[in-house]
């Protein structure tokens, strides 16, 4: 079974700011990676799948680069906006194993 | 359907009593799964089914819980004996058969009193 790990666990950010995290994962045996966007009270909406070491995704303000070789995945928000505020997960296709998630709360 | 449809959206219960989730997938989706998420947690994998059978349960946290899945769309998730710490959103998911993207459903709510 993966142990798929996020971190940080919650951060804060201004409107404007921009930040990233991380997912990690075990290298071996790598299929695929998503990475999902939940908000309060919907379901999760996916938002990048990451497949090739070197991949890098982008939709709007939002990109994500993948390490296969090492085990880990960015997720990037440039110019957090609070529409952003929201918990972002990143799965194993291998075995659709969850991180904790990373809950971003963006202040206006 | 449209999408991933989970019933009921809330349900209320009381310890010590059965209930059952249900998940109607996307139609044609062969993959489906079932996690729960607790307060501050990310989801929790519970079972997958591919087709009718369950290609893996392990993440079924004890023999109070059990999921079917009989001609292959709609699931129920079984839970016996509820207990207040199975409080918690109950998530499903689809996929088609060699996909990488699963879609969500809205979730059901379960408190148990």
């Not at chain 1, 929201?86 to 971003?104: H, P, V």
């Not at chain 2, 009381?14 to 998420?37: F, M, N």
């Not at chain 2, 710490?85 to 088609?96: E, F, K, P, R």
Request: aromatic content about 12%.
């Amino acid at each position: 079974i993966l142990n798929v790990e996020q971190s940080p666990q919650s951060l804060h950010v201004q409107e404007g700011d921009s930040t990233n995290f991380t997912c990690s994962f075990p290298s071996s045996n790598f299929y695929a990676l998503h990475w999902y966007r939940w908000e309060t009270a919907k379901s999760p909406e996916a938002l990048f799948v990451m497949t090739l070491n070197g991949d890098e995704k982008k939709k709007g303000r939002i990109s994500a680069t993948l390490n296969t070789k090492e085990g880990y995945s960015y997720l990037y928000i440039k110019g957090s906006q609070p529409e952003d505020s929201a918990t972002y997960l990143c799965a194993s296709i291998n075995d659709m194993r969850f991180g904790a998630g990373t809950r971003l709360t963006v202040k206006p | 359907g449209a999408g991933v449809s989970q019933t009921p959206s809330n349900k209320v219960t009381e310890k010590g009593k059965y209930v059952e989730l249900r998940c109607d997938p996307i139609s044609g989706h062969t993959a489906l799964y079932w996690y729960r998420q607790s307060l501050g947690q990310g989801p929790e994998f519970l079972i997958y089914f591919q087709g009718t059978g369950a290609a893996d349960d392990s993440g079924l946290p004890n023999d109070r819980f059990f999921a079917v899945r009989p001609e292959g769309s709609v699931s129920t998730l079984k839970i016996q004996r509820t207990e207040r710490g199975d409080s918690a959103v109950y998530l499903c998911a689809s996929s088609l058969r060699g996909s990488t993207e699963a879609f969500f459903g809205q979730g059901t709510r379960l408190t148990v009193v």
